[in-house]
């Protein structure tokens, strides 16, 4: 009954370092997003992509990347993780049905 | 912008309890609106929604009316059980086209729900 897996769901990693956090769906879904989470200010949306190769930034994109080279998986890329992205990493698949990833909590050091 | 606001958490009610939730939003035009519920430790699940001015949503004794004299959508259940304790999310998607899915979310109401 799998819908949305991320890659993990805790992630510890340094200052500097480049990240990865992958999201794959199993629904054929076009539209994924990435969203963060974190007390007191909800979720917020960092990136999406409606179709294979394509993203939009969303919300809160600064120091984030996204790639999307096949349809069910949609990549979010940090590229020089900095302590304020430490926070809870959601991914979501809609199509005429919501889901949501677990989540990935990513720690930065 | 679109915007989102929540009741003020945390919310710690006894079992059988009545629960409200408040939630008041801003948009441009004429958005959807959902509720989602997250369980400790897991993903967000849509809770129910509600598509247009008037329509109420619910789900396993949950209730939202779309309100849209007042711009609210406030979130009710008759008697809670122990097992709704949860952190719960209010949000709205702009209506049409491919901006479907893109959530504006308020900043969340946890509920404790005590035996």
């Known amino acids: 009954d799998v819908k949305v897996t991320q890659s993990s769901r805790y992630l510890v990693k340094r200052t500097g370092e480049k990240v990865f956090l992958e999201c794959v769906q199993d629904m054929d879904h076009e539209n994924m997003f990435w969203y963060r989470q974190d007390p007191g200010l909800g979720l917020r949306l960092i990136y999406f992509s409606y179709d294979v190769k394509m993203k939009e930034k969303g919300d809160i994109p600064e120091g984030y990347s996204v790639s999307r080279e096949k349809k069910e998986r949609f990549s979010l890329i940090l590229e020089s993780a900095s302590t304020n992205q430490t926070s809870m990493y959601l991914c979501?698949?809609?199509?005429?049905?919501?889901?949501f990833g677990p989540g990935t909590r990513l720690t930065v050091l | 912008g679109d915007s989102v606001t929540q009741m003020e958490g945390p919310v710690t009610l006894s079992e059988e309890a009545f629960l409200t939730i408040n939630c008041t939003y801003t948009?441009?035009?004429?958005?959807?609106l959902f509720w989602y519920v997250q369980y400790p430790g897991e993903g967000l699940q849509l809770l129910l929604k509600a598509t247009k001015a008037d329509d109420k949503g619910s789900n396993k004794g949950f209730e939202a009316t779309y309100r849209k004299e007042t711009t609210s959508f406030h979130l009710e259940k008759g008697s809670v059980q122990v097992s709704d304790s949860a952190v719960y999310f209010c949000a709205l998607s702009e209506a049409g086209g491919t901006s479907y899915g893109k959530l504006t979310f308020g900043q969340g109401t946890i509920l404790t729900v005590h035996p």
């Open positions: 979501a698949s809609i199509g005429n049905e919501q889901f």
């Open positions: 948009a441009t035009g004429y958005p959807s």
